[in-house]
């Protein structure tokens, strides 16, 4: 099925990519998904976590990524809610929501993202029975494995999309910083290198969509994530995890490719009945290079 989106980038149709082409287009398509999204704030330090929810049915909670938002799940909210309440919420430090008290911890960041969490359920008022089902992508899911330690038999499952903090060999991500003094003309090109060095392997996916995230994300992100995925943050929480526990990576995955098997029998080693789907071709940011292929994966470990 094709995702309702925004054209393709103006720039790589006239073959120059560096140019900085946004259209109102692209810019309507974004505002439009969140304005669907009914917003709940919740305490964060000394201000407010952002979180959005879209449609109906057993919650299914999205943690984005490190320098992110809500909007790296922006291919999936709409499709995942003909089946879920979708609940995306901003990270500490990130995207809307507030920066968190120090220090910086995975326990620490969890323990405000469940106690915001169990103010959202209020609020949206899901069936009782109804056990959440959480996925975290790369950061999100480090942080999420903490989350998801902390709701014990609350949560019905656990599926890490494409996260480190494993304690397992990364390959290198060699990453540019946009320079303060950049015109826009070098910012957009300095995001679609990182894009393509980290985030999406087919460098015709760096669309203009893929360029307005990365480009809005990385002007609000006030906390920096990288130390949280070099750290084993994510495998100290995995055995505290009650819930059933789940894989999907994209196939070539910039910070995990040739060793996804290692990460597959990591999961399994923990819960040898982890499902652990790879997404041929696609990269980290693998539910936006292939949503197609990442949104029935997810619903079905999530409706499991």
Same mark, same amino acid.
């Given at each position: 099925?094709?995702?309702?989106?925004?054209? @393709?980038?103006? $720039?790589?149709?006239?073959?120059?990519?560096?140019?900085?082409?946004?259209?109102q287009?692209?810019?309507?398509?974004?505002?439009?998904?969140?304005?669907?999204a009914?917003?709940?704030?919740?305490?964060?330090?000394?201000?407010?976590?952002?979180? @959005?929810?879209?449609?109906?049915?057993?919650?299914?909670?999205?943690?984005?990524?490190?320098?992110?938002?809500?909007m790296?799940?922006i291919r999936?909210?709409?499709?995942?809610?003909?089946?879920?309440?979708?609940?995306?919420?901003?990270?500490p430090?990130?995207?809307?929501s507030?920066?968190?008290?120090?220090?910086?911890?995975?326990?620490?960041?969890?323990?405000?993202?469940? $106690?915001?969490?169990?103010?959202?359920?209020?609020?949206?008022?899901?069936?009782?029975?109804?056990?959440?089902?959480?996925?975290?992508f790369?950061?999100?899911g480090v942080?999420?494995?903490?989350?998801?330690?902390?709701?014990?038999?609350?949560?019905?499952?656990?599926?890490?999309?494409?996260?480190?903090?494993?304690?397992? =060999?990364?390959?290198?991500?060699p990453?540019?910083?946009v320079?303060?003094?950049?015109?826009?003309?070098?910012?957009?090109?300095?995001h679609?290198?990182?894009?393509?060095?980290?985030?999406? $392997?087919?460098?015709?996916?760096?669309?203009?969509?893929?360029?307005?995230?990365?480009?809005?994300?990385?002007?609000?992100?006030?906390?920096?994530?990288?130390?949280?995925?070099?750290?084993?943050?994510?495998?100290?929480?995995?055995?505290?995890?009650?819930a059933?526990?789940d894989?999907i990576?994209?196939?070539?995955?910039?910070?995990?490719?040739?060793?996804?098997? =290692?990460?597959?029998?990591?999961?399994?080693?923990?819960?040898?009945?982890?499902?652990?789907?790879?997404?041929?071709?696609?990269?980290?940011?693998?539910?936006?290079?292939a949503?197609?292929?990442f949104?029935?994966?997810?619903?079905e470990?999530?409706?499991?």
């Open positions: 099925m094709t995702q309702a989106g925004p054209p @393709r980038d103006a $720039a790589t149709r006239k073959g120059d990519r560096n140019v900085p082409v946004v259209s287009a692209t810019i309507d398509f974004v505002n439009g998904v969140a304005a669907e009914e917003r709940i704030d919740t305490p964060c330090g000394d201000g407010t976590m952002a979180w @959005r929810c879209w449609g109906s049915g057993p919650p299914l909670v999205l943690l984005h990524g490190g320098y992110g938002s809500w790296h799940w999936n909210v709409r499709p995942l809610a003909r089946h879920f309440t979708v609940i995306a919420p901003d990270l430090g990130l995207g809307d507030a920066i968190p008290p120090e220090p910086w911890t995975a326990t620490g960041f969890a323990e405000i993202i469940v $106690a915001g969490l169990d103010i959202v359920l209020r609020r949206i008022d899901p069936p009782e029975q109804e056990r959440l089902h959480l996925a975290g790369s950061f999100g942080i999420g494995g903490s989350v998801a330690a902390q709701l014990g038999d609350r949560l019905r499952g656990f599926t890490v999309v494409g996260s480190n903090g494993l304690g397992l =060999e990364r390959s290198p991500t990453l540019r910083r320079p303060a003094d950049a015109d826009e003309t070098e910012e957009f090109a300095t679609r290198y990182n894009l393509n060095q980290l985030m999406i $392997a087919d460098p015709d996916k760096i669309d203009e969509l893929a360029l307005y995230l990365q480009k809005t994300n990385h002007a609000r992100a006030r906390m920096r994530s990288r130390r949280f995925s070099r750290s084993g943050a994510l495998i100290e929480a995995l055995p505290q995890v009650k059933r526990l894989g990576w994209g196939e070539r995955d910039a910070t995990a490719y040739p060793h996804l098997d =290692e990460r597959a029998r990591l999961l399994r080693s923990i819960q040898p009945a982890a499902r652990f789907a790879i997404v041929p071709g696609a990269g980290h940011w693998v539910q936006f290079e949503a197609e292929q949104n029935p994966i997810l619903a470990f999530a409706g499991g």
